[in-house]
């Protein structure tokens, strides 16, 4: 893996991401699956395909696993698989493979087992395609490749289905205005932002939330030129070490910030995150507890001393990691605007997105200093992977998760600027 330690002008050429179309699945070689933990929504069209299939060609398994278990949902969401007793999905094979793809061929997958872990939408009239961190060899080919976004692939090459695509957020009355014309260039400069050296990842992302402030106060379409103005007020700042004290000087309060982290974690690992969360969450807590007659005040200093020996040099190392993740994010969810077309979708503001991916950030950046104080001198990419891609997996595919951050935010009134210096800042 490079080393990329010269700050550089960032210097985004935007072509319509395709990687995810590169992606191709390692099967039994996995160390994780996505055919268990959860249960797979299927259309109607693939439900009816499925009752065809004769009783000793998985028809019975059929008749016992796929159900309509809420009438009256769009046809996207007409029934589900549920899971076996073993929590799998039924379908899963003792060869760690899928019996339908087996049986039947790939154009008998539902959208969700044909995609995972693409994400597509359309942008401008162009179809797009990122990938979800919740898969192992997903997250390793985004996090570990420095310059993920040029790997290119055919998004239409058949491989795997595309009619399961949304789209860009638009205005909403009770929202903000979110004018289409104006996403591509004000995504461009959020990459660029996210990936400017010349100032720290903290320091980035509050820009980046100032940015998304300053862009929900513009309320009408007529304000095309206040748009403009403040895109052009903020593309002068990236790669320059302008001082902006009215963000540095926000506080920094890290005994809070593992607080509100411990709070959201245990509720996570509470319900059905996973074994690999599990073991993340723990090798977090052995990493900043002390071994006996712990004191939250040793924690701190355990914390402190993780982030500063550990964490800092590894990152320092490998700075294109937690911005790739960004980058990835930003693609993923259509960011700042949002991605919809889903039964599951939350309208947000432009700072509302910001606030749910600056609080995600924030906590799987806080485990992994955890993790790094844990695994000390041998913390290493396959840490990195194994905390971003479970606790991905554990947070992404869950609405009310996702509400739960956006809640737990407003209640502890940090869904500000300074409550996000608060959770970035350590
Ligand atoms: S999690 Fe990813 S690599 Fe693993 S089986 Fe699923 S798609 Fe393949």
């Given at each position: 893996m490079d080393s990329h330690k010269t700050i550089t002008k960032p210097n985004t050429v935007m072509a319509p991401p395709t990687y995810a179309a590169a992606f191709r699945c390692i099967g039994t070689d996995c160390e994780d699956t996505c055919c268990g933990d959860w249960d797979i929504p299927i259309d109607k069209n693939i439900y009816n395909k499925y009752q065809q299939f004769p009783r000793e060609k998985l028809g019975s398994l059929v008749s016992q696993f796929v159900l309509i278990s809420v009438p009256d949902q769009p046809d996207p969401l007409h029934?589900?698989?549920?899971?076996?007793?073993?929590?799998?999905?039924?379908?899963?094979?003792?060869?760690?493979?899928?019996?339908?793809?087996?049986?039947?061929?790939?154009?008998?997958?539902?959208?969700?087992?044909?995609?995972?872990?693409?994400?597509?939408?359309?942008?401008?009239?162009?179809?797009?395609?990122?990938?979800?961190?919740?898969?192992?060899?997903?997250?390793r080919n985004i996090l570990l490749v420095p310059r993920f976004m040029q790997i290119e692939g055919d998004l239409f090459s058949g491989n795997f289905r595309t009619d399961n695509v949304l789209h860009l957020a638009s205005s909403r009355k009770d929202s903000c205005h979110k004018p289409h014309n104006?996403?591509?260039?004000?995504?461009?400069?959020?990459?660029?932002?996210?990936?400017?050296?010349?100032?720290?990842?903290?320091?980035?992302?509050?820009?980046?939330?100032?940015?998304?402030?300053?862009?929900?106060?513009?309320?009408?379409?007529?304000?095309k030129e206040a748009f403009s103005v403040v895109l052009r007020k903020y593309r002068q700042i990236v790669g320059y070490q302008i001082s902006q004290p009215e963000l540095v000087n926000l506080p920094s309060l890290p005994r809070l910030k593992l607080e509100v982290v411990f709070r959201l974690t245990d509720?996570?690992?509470?319900?059905?995150?996973?074994?690999?969360?599990?073991?993340?969450?723990?090798?977090?807590?052995?990493?900043?507890?002390?071994?006996?007659?712990?004191?939250?005040?040793?924690?701190?200093?355990r914390f402190l001393q993780a982030e500063e020996k550990y964490h800092r040099p590894f990152f320092e190392k490998f700075p294109f990691i937690l911005e790739n993740y960004l980058v990835n994010y930003m693609f993923q969810n259509l960011f700042p605007y949002g991605r919809e077309g889903s039964?599951?979708?939350?309208?947000?503001?432009?700072?509302?997105?910001?606030?749910?991916?600056?609080?995600?950030f924030a906590w799987v950046n806080t485990l992994l200093i955890g993790v790094a104080g844990h695994y000390k001198?041998?913390?290493?990419?396959?840490?990195?992977?194994?905390?971003?891609?479970?606790?991905?997996?554990a947070v992404e595919h869950y609405p009310d998760v996702l509400q739960s951050i956006d809640e737990s935010m407003r209640s502890l009134e940090l869904n500000n600027l300074r409550g996000m210096a608060i959770m970035l800042k350590v």
């Open positions: 029934a589900r698989i549920y899971r076996g007793s073993s929590g799998f999905c039924p379908f899963f094979g003792a060869d760690s493979l899928c019996n339908i793809h087996k049986e039947y061929g790939p154009q008998f997958l539902s959208a969700t087992c044909s995609i995972y872990p693409r994400s597509f939408s359309y942008v401008a009239g162009t179809l797009e395609g990122s990938l979800s961190l919740s898969c192992p060899e997903a997250a104006f996403f591509l260039t004000i995504r461009t400069l959020l990459i660029d932002m996210a990936r400017d050296r010349s100032r720290p990842l903290w320091h980035r992302l509050l820009l980046i939330g100032s940015l998304c402030e300053s862009l929900d106060n513009i309320t009408t379409a007529e304000d509720a996570l690992v509470r319900d059905n995150s996973g074994k690999r969360f599990r073991d993340i969450f723990w090798a977090f807590v052995e990493g900043i507890a002390s071994p006996d007659r712990s004191t939250p005040q040793n924690d701190m200093e039964p599951r979708f939350i309208p947000r503001s432009l700072f509302g997105e910001y606030i749910q991916m600056a609080t995600q001198e041998g913390f290493a990419e396959e840490h990195v992977v194994q905390t971003i891609q479970s606790f991905t997996r």
